[in-house]
């Protein structure tokens, strides 16, 4: 059973930068896709990054392209989200998420696994 376990979350100021980290267990990812996610309160969870896990292709989020940078090291199975020049309205919880079927890497409905997400908090 694949598993996902984010870490990395936590309160900085705007303008800072942080990295979260999303460990893969339980399968073999050479034909998933790995995507990140967040919620914020009273929101829905919204479409934030994600990539192929051979690294040919990245999707972004017009509201984080050219902040937010999302990358994997397939050696220790771990998908990363750099994120810098953050913003207020970054604040929300950070889900990684995987899928082994081609199909539109932005839809959260199209997404078989999850993990239990961690708090992103930026202060203005």
């Known amino acids: 059973q694949v598993q996902l376990a984010e870490s990395g979350g936590g309160l900085v100021q705007a303008g800072g930068s942080l990295r979260l980290s999303c460990a893969a267990s339980?399968?073999?990812?050479?034909?998933?896709?790995m995507g990140w996610f967040r919620q914020a309160p009273g929101k829905e969870r919204e479409f934030v990054a994600a990539?192929?896990?051979?690294?040919?292709?990245?999707w972004y989020a017009d509201s984080v392209k050219g902040r937010f940078t999302i990358s994997r090291d397939t050696a220790k199975n771990t998908v990363f989200l750099q994120m810098s020049s953050l913003k207020p309205e970054d604040t929300a919880v950070y889900y990684c998420?995987?899928?082994?079927?081609?199909?539109?890497?932005?839809?959260?409905?199209?997404?078989?696994?999850w993990g239990q997400g961690t708090q992103v908090t930026i202060s203005s």
């Open positions: 998420a995987a899928k082994n079927h081609w199909s539109n890497p932005t839809s959260r409905a199209a997404y078989n696994y």
């Open positions: 339980g399968g073999t990812f050479s034909n998933y896709h």
């Open positions: 990539l192929t896990w051979t690294g040919g292709f990245t």
